[in-house]
């Protein structure tokens, strides 16, 4: 069954230092995978998402994520933190499976950003 | 602007009280889901529905019923509300695969 895993419930970075969260994930086929953000009392906005291709995608805000079949992870990263991305975060696997095309969300990872 | 558009922001329900929460997107998508997130657990879905006229249930359907009225609302409703069910409610529409998800900014509701 598919599912994503988000190890860090919540991390603690100073503004200007970098970025990692972690995302793992367990899907039969090659997965169409997601991150979304959630600023306070807000919906959750796309970051960016991986169908095929170049491991390595650009999202918006200065986010990028890369995909790792050998280790089932799709870990995002920021180079230099900003007091403005303090939000929480999701990744998410598609199951393409059904017809539909459902997201399964992980618990998501909580980001606070030390001035 | 396009996107979902959720209604009310905020509600305070008595212990079996009845109401609906509302969605409507304008974006001409097939797809609309209805999700609740709670802390510690990520978005969880209750129903969903993938073109006008049909739904089905989720993760975590009871105690909910929903109605896909047209192609562009989608509406949630709790006959009897139960303090479990104080959440935050989202709902979503979505058009292919490649696009992942639109959400509203949700309902928070609570139950007494």
Redesign the interface.
Known sequence: AQSVTQPD?HITVSEGASLELRCNYSYGATP?L?W?VQSP??????LL?Y?SGDTLVQGIKGFEAEFKRSQSSFNLRKPSVHWSDAAEY?C?V?D?GS?????Y????TQLTVWP | NAGVTQTPKFQVLKTGQSMTLQCAQDMNHNSMYWYRQDPGMGLRLIYYSASEGTTDKGEVPNGYNVSRLNKREFSLRLESAAPSQTSVYFCASSETDYYGYTFGSGTRLTVV
Request: glycine letters at 20%; zero cysteines.
């Open positions: 419930i169409y997601f979304y009392g807000q919906g959750l906005q796309l998402k169908f999701f998410a598609l393409r017809t539909l095309g459902r997201l969300f992980g618990r998501g």
